[in-house]
């Protein structure tokens, strides 16, 4: 944390979008990338971890995680229609 002034126990906790639970666990979601987009075309996929964290009462993931992965989806997509108006 960058301002040491700031004690975070003074603030609200992160609570689950589903059930309103305050504790989470770190998870890791894999993204499977194209071997041949990846540089090794020996393998069907590479994997890419994105960590993500998930309600440790009911499974979900965190609001957070999910808007984030959500916006990061929707730009790669724009991303890959760029790229293919252009080719085209
Ligand atoms: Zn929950």
Redesign the pocket.
């Known amino acids: 944390m960058d301002n040491i002034n700031i004690n975070p126990y003074g603030y609200e906790d992160l609570t689950?979008a589903?059930?309103?639970?305050n504790v989470f666990v770190p998870g890791i979601i894999f993204k499977k990338i194209p071997g041949m987009l990846a540089g090794d075309a020996t393998r069907k996929f590479v994997l890419f971890p994105v960590k993500v964290a998930c309600?440790t009462?009911?499974?979900?993931l965190s609001a957070e995680d999910k808007e984030e992965l959500e916006q990061q989806a929707e730009m790669a997509k724009k991303a890959e229609a760029a790229k293919s108006s252009i080719i085209v």
């Not at 589903?18 to 639970?21: L, S």
């Not at 009462?57 to 979900?60: D, E, L, T, V």
Request: glycine share 20%.
């Open positions: 689950c589903e059930c309103g639970h309600c009462k009911c499974g979900a």
